[in-house]
């Protein structure tokens, strides 16, 4: 079986998701985020403010090759960093290599959960506009990349259990586990 890769905004689930996904195919999961934040021994603000956005970018665009492998190594489920599909490459890469799910949600349920969330108090802003604002304008830009690049599109407002269960429908495919 090919990877599988999860795409979407911040808070979307990708991580909560991709996790009881892999559990339930018995896959290995990655996180790009995670990787990075392991493999370079800094957080992404740190990495950010040393670099620009910019250098993370192209840090995140190895880390997808990376935690990816080569071609038919097995299963795998791969949770994407929201900026993921903004280079064409990696839009292009995740499509060729596996299936590709959106985790859309909207914009009220994305901030409610990151004003939740302490660590995204941490993670920099990308345009510098409250919570609310930012959210709707990051996701403004980047819906129309998300939908270009899934070959399906999950609720991501849905429980986690529900979601998979609706990804694993899209993929043929039974559970490894309960
Ligand atoms: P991402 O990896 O896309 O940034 P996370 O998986 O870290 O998102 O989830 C962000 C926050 O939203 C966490 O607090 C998580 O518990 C919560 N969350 C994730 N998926 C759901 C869901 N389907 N329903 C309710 N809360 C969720
Ligand atoms: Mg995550």
Redesign the pocket.
């Known amino acids: 079986m090919a990877a599988i890769f999860?795409v979407?905004?911040?808070?979307?689930?990708?991580?909560?998701?991709?996790?009881e996904l892999a559990r339930l195919l018995d896959c290995p999961f990655t996180?790009t985020?995670q990787h990075l934040r392991q493999s370079l021994g800094r957080s992404v603000a740190e990495v950010v403010a040393a670099e620009g956005w910019p250098g993370f970018r192209a840090r995140e665009s190895a880390a997808l090759r990376e935690v990816t492998g080569a071609p038919r190594s097995g299963c795998l489920v791969v949770?994407t960093?929201?900026g993921m599909v903004l280079d064409p490459e990696n839009r292009r890469f995740m499509r060729e290599r596996g299936t590709v799910f959106y985790?859309a949600?909207p914009v009220e349920?994305l901030a409610r959960?990151?004003a939740?969330?302490p660590?995204?108090a941490q993670r920099p802003s990308l345009t510098g506009l409250d919570m609310v604002e930012e959210v709707r304008q990051v996701l403004a830009d980047r819906r129309p990349l998300y939908e270009e690049t899934a070959h399906h599109i999950l609720n991501?407002?849905?429980?986690?259990a529900?979601?998979c269960a609706a990804a694993l429908r899209l993929l043929g495919m039974a559970p490894a586990r309960a």
């Open positions: 999860l979407g905004a911040r808070a979307a689930g990708k991580t909560t998701v991709g996790l996180d985020d949770a960093g929201g985790l949600a349920a959960r990151l939740r969330d660590l995204a991501a407002t849905a429980e986690p529900e979601i």
